[in-house]
């Protein structure tokens, strides 16, 4: 059983920058794809971003491309998404997640655990 807990969230103007963490327990951290999502009100959870188990290869949804970037520490059981030039559009709880499946996957039930959530606010 894997435990993840996200930090980092918070409220921040359109162009700023935020970085969330996202910490794994219980587990074998390494043997995991990771995978972050969000949900806004109202609509569905999205795929944003994942990483493979190594961390040698990454995949963003379209809609962050070039803004966000997703990285993890094996060493510290930690996943991070570095989130510049902020919109008011992504205003969502976001939220981390592990896979078992061998490759990045996109989808919610392809992810086995995930973590409580953390609220990111941006202002225009």
């Known amino acids: 059983q894997v435990q993840l807990v996200e930090s980092g969230g918070g409220f921040v103007q359109a162009g700023g920058s935020l970085r969330l963490s996202c910490a794994a327990s219980?587990?074998?951290?390494?043997?995991?794809?990771m995978g972050w999502f969000r949900q806004a009100p109202g609509k569905e959870r999205e795929f944003v971003a994942g990483?493979?188990?190594?961390?040698?290869?990454?995949y963003y949804a379209d809609s962050v491309k070039g803004r966000f970037t997703i990285s993890r520490d094996n060493a510290k059981n930690t996943v991070y998404l570095q989130m510049k030039n902020l919109k008011p559009e992504d205003t969502a709880v976001y939220y981390c997640?592990?896979?078992?499946?061998?490759?990045?996957?996109?989808?919610?039930?392809?992810?086995?655990?995930w973590g409580q959530g953390t609220q990111v606010t941006v202002s225009s």
């Open positions: 990483i493979s188990r190594s961390g040698s290869m990454t």
């Open positions: 997640a592990a896979s078992g499946y061998s490759r990045i996957v996109y989808l919610p039930r392809q992810y086995n655990y």
């Open positions: 219980g587990g074998t951290f390494s043997s995991y794809n």
